[in-house]
C-alpha cells in the first residue's frame, strides 16, 4: 500500500495549537481528496477533515469545526492541518489518506474510501 508521509505531532497543553503536515513522495492524488483520520486509544479511528484536489472544499467532523483547518495546495500531494485551541479530547493517533472519490461529505468521511494512508503521528493534550 502506498504510504504517505505525516510530520508535525507532539505534546502540548489545552489551548495550543499545532500544525500537522503531510506528502505523498512518488505518488500522485492530484485529482482525489485527502484527509485527516485519528484514533484515540480504545475508539475507533474517526474522520477529523478533508479537502478537494484542489483545496477548494472542505468538510470538518463536528468536533474540530470552527478550531482546525485543513489546506490543500491545487493539484499537490501534500496536505496540512492547523490545530487550534487544543482539548484534552484531541489526544490521539493522526493518520493523513487520500484517494477517496468522489467529493461527497459521505465519500470523503469514510475510512474504507482512502487508497492510501500515512503510519500516524501522535498528538498529546494534556490539561
Known amino acids: 500500500q502506498v504510504q504517505l508521509v505525516e510530520s508535525g505531532g507532539g505534546s502540548v497543553q489545552a489551548g495550543d495549537s499545532l500544525r500537522l503536515s503531510c506528502a505523498a513522495p512518488g505518488r500522485t492524488f492530484q485529482w482525489e481528496a485527502m484527509a485527516w483520520f485519528r484514533q484515540a486509544p480504545g475508539k475507533e479511528r474517526e474522520f477529523v477533515a478533508a479537502v478537494s484536489y484542489n483545496g477548494g472544499l472542505q468538510h470538518y467532523a463536528d468536533s474540530v469545526k470552527g478550531r482546525f483547518t485543513i489546506s490543500r495546495a491545487n493539484g499537490q500531494d501534500a496536505v496540512y492541518l492547523e490545530m487550534t485551541t487544543l482539548k484534552t479530547e484531541d489526544t490521539a493517533v493522526y493518520y493523513c489518506?487520500?484517494?477517496?472519490?468522489?467529493?461527497?461529505?459521505?465519500?470523503?468521511?469514510?475510512?474504507?474510501?482512502?487508497?492510501?494512508w500515512g503510519q500516524g503521528t501522535q498528538v498529546t493534550v494534556s490539561s
Open positions: 489518506a487520500a484517494g477517496a472519490d468522489p467529493w461527497t461529505t459521505v465519500t470523503v468521511s469514510t475510512a474504507r474510501q482512502y487508497r492510501a
